[in-house]
């Protein structure tokens, strides 16, 4: 399993990741938007790099989140699929505990499913 970073948005620190790729400065500044409230710019950011191929969980999951929280359920539910029929990774949390990108994409699909739910991203 590949190792990356996660970080969390909110309160709801047992469901909510955002996934970080060390090497992905786009990823990066994609996250900085999303934390800072501006889901234009990181929506651009990520579809940038999903579409020069990117297939990173830190990508897919921050993209899902992005669309979650813009009310597009439908796309957020097809890439968190992504993720889980995808090899799993390893993300470290900001606290050093490790979740697999798999667990972060099962919360982020039955956050979905919950209205008014704050929704996983990724950096």
């Known amino acids: ?18 996934a970080t790729s060390a090497n992905a400065q786009q990823v990066e500044y994609a996250h900085a938007a999303i934390t800072a409230g501006n889901l234009t710019t990181a929506e651009r950011t990520l579809e940038r790099e999903t579409r020069a191929g990117s297939r990173e969980p830190e990508v897919l999951l921050n993209l899902a989140a992005v669309y979650a929280m813009t009310q597009r359920p439908t796309e957020a539910r097809e890439l968190y699929l992504r993720v889980l029929n995808a090899k799993d990774a ?9 979740a697999s990108a798999h667990d972060v994409a099962r919360r982020g699909l039955r956050l979905l499913d919950q209205p008014g739910a704050m929704q996983i991203t990724s950096r």
């Open 90 to 98: 390893s993300l470290v949390m900001p606290s050093s505990q490790v």
């Open 1 to 18: 399993m590949r190792i990356g970073t996660v970080a969390l948005l909110g309160s709801a620190l047992a469901v909510m990741g955002i």
